[in-house]
């Protein structure tokens, strides 16, 4: 199994298809979908299945989600990483985005910082990406948060496809190297 990245208390590594009750307890949690414009799952299927399309990502564009562990546990406590996003979104198509999602236990103790600030500087020191993009529900204010803590400015704000307005978050490897 790839371990991409250690960080001081996680471990970021492949994510696999044994992972997924542990995927299927956090991405059932309707606190957890407040800002993902989507519905929670209900189905162990749905994980195995959103695993399989992580897996197929990591094939095709050489990059996907990776399953963050939480070292002094053990314990699958979400996701983080980067995602080559080839719709478009905010006006963009084709960008690396920054992204995690953790299971409710475990908010709240910086973890999301942690694996923000380790995917950034996987996507600038590893990949050798020029530029790395995210977006945010204006209402998230936990997830803002975590994307100006990793580096990434609001650069506009936009509606996605239900209306919901976003912020549109960018970091060039420039801005971060200085
Ligand atoms: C958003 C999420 C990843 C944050 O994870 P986390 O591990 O709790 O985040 P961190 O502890 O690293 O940092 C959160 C920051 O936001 C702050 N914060 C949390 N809730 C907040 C709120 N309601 N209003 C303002 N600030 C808030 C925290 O105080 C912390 O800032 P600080 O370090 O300056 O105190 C987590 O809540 C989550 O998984 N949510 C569901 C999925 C999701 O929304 N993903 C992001 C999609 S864009």
């Known amino acids: 199994m790839n371990i991409y990245v250690e960080t001081q208390r996680l471990v970021l590594r492949e994510i696999v298809p044994g992972d997924s009750k542990a995927l299927f307890a956090m991405d059932s949690d309707p606190e957890v979908h407040t800002y993902l414009g989507n519905n929670p799952i209900t189905e162990l299927q749905q994980a195995e299945k959103a695993i399989a399309h992580i897996r197929q990502q990591y094939l095709d564009n050489g990059i996907g989600r990776w399953a963050v562990i939480e070292r002094a546990s053990g314990e699958l406590i979400g996701w983080a990483g980067l995602k080559l996003v080839k719709e478009v979104r905010g006006g963009h198509a084709d960008y690396y985005d920054v992204g995690y999602r953790f299971a ?11 694996s923000a600030l380790a995917s950034v500087a996987y996507g600038f020191n ?44 960018e970091l060039s490897r420039d801005e971060w190297n200085t």
């Open 104 to 114: 409710k236990p475990y908010w709240g103790q910086g973890y999301a910082t942690e």
């Open 126 to 169: 590893v990949m050798k990406l020029d530029v790395l993009n995210a977006t945010a529900d204006t209402g998230n204010l936990a997830s803002i948060k975590v994307l100006q803590k990793a580096g990434l400015k609001i650069k506009h704000e936009f509606k996605d496809e239900d209306g919901i307005p976003h912020y549109w978050f």
